[in-house]
């Protein structure tokens, strides 16, 4: 049984066709690149996925369950976190704060133990400070030692990536959906992303799917390589194989005149 499966999954926008019956399976432990031109539908696969959107036709399951129609918190529930394509942080919270938020979920006590802060109440919270730090933890002193207090607003557009990914993991997510993980980063952090998100894998026992543009990441950290373009999915395998597909080399730079 694959961990994420899509079947025959259909999303329109009005007259716009954003998605046209993709059929997707991601196994445990895999690492997944999903790759296609600006406007293919990415991002609105993984707005379906996460429940932000629903699908039009088409099922949608993890773990066996079929998920198409929870709520986005029902499916981070459920072991499925995002990070975005813009960056989504609370600025004014520290690092550390900003990675306390996704477990509040988890506290499963009454207000009254927050009001009157029993021995319950700061046994879970300081569970959850442990958790925050393990999670910070993998990105080294990027985001540790001074930096752990620190609004995010003041740090580096790498380390508020790093801040969001730490945020995805916290949530206790089984599945990451990590949506152009290197943008706006200099070749040698998109170098270090690429080490951590193959190290999310090996070390961190999570199944990674990303949407990337990045070609020398997604041929360097790839088991598999989906391409959409235009809503459809038009190739799938092997980086190598997938990069000489004609119809990959035409959705990329055009059909040839003859």
């Known amino acids: 049984m694959a961990l994420l499966e899509l079947r025959n999954v ?5 007259g716009l066709q954003a998605i046209n019956g993709v059929n997707l399976k991601v196994e445990e432990g895999e690492i997944v690149s999903i790759i296609g031109p600006n406007g293919a539908g990415k991002s609105t696969l993984f707005n379906l996925i996460t429940g932000v959107y629903r699908p039009d036709r088409g099922e949608i399951y993890f773990q066996g369950r079929r998920i198409d129609g929870l709520r986005p918190d029902q499916v981070c529930r459920l072991g ?47 569970e ?32 508020r990536r790093r801040t969001e990914m730490a945020r995805a ?42 949407v990337e543009h990045k070609m020398n990441l997604v041929g360097e950290i790839s088991d598999r390589v989906v391409v959409l373009d235009y809503g459809e999915k038009i190739a799938e395998g092997d980086y190598r194989e997938v990069i000489q597909n004609p119809r990959v080399i035409e959705a990329y730079l055009g059909r040839k005149e003859g």
């Open 169 to 210: 993991m916290a949530t206790g997510a089984k599945l990451l959906l990590l949506d152009e993980p290197s943008a706006g980063m200099n070749p040698r952090e998109t170098q270090e992303i690429t080490q951590i998100i193959r190290r999310f894998r090996d070390e961190g026992g999570y199944t990674v799917v990303l």
């Open 128 to 159: 959850m400070r442990a958790t925050a730090l393990e999670k910070l933890a993998f990105f080294g002193p990027r985001l540790m030692t001074f930096r752990l207090h620190q609004p995010v607003r003041v740090l580096s557009y790498a380390n």
């Open 80 to 126: 499925i976190a995002r990070t975005f394509q813009n960056l989504r942080l609370f600025n004014n919270l520290t690092v550390l704060e900003n990675v306390l938020i996704p477990q509040h979920h988890r506290l499963g006590l009454h207000w009254i133990h927050a009001v009157l802060r029993t021995p319950a109440y700061r046994r879970r919270e300081e």
């Open 10 to 14: 259909y999303k329109a926008f009005g």
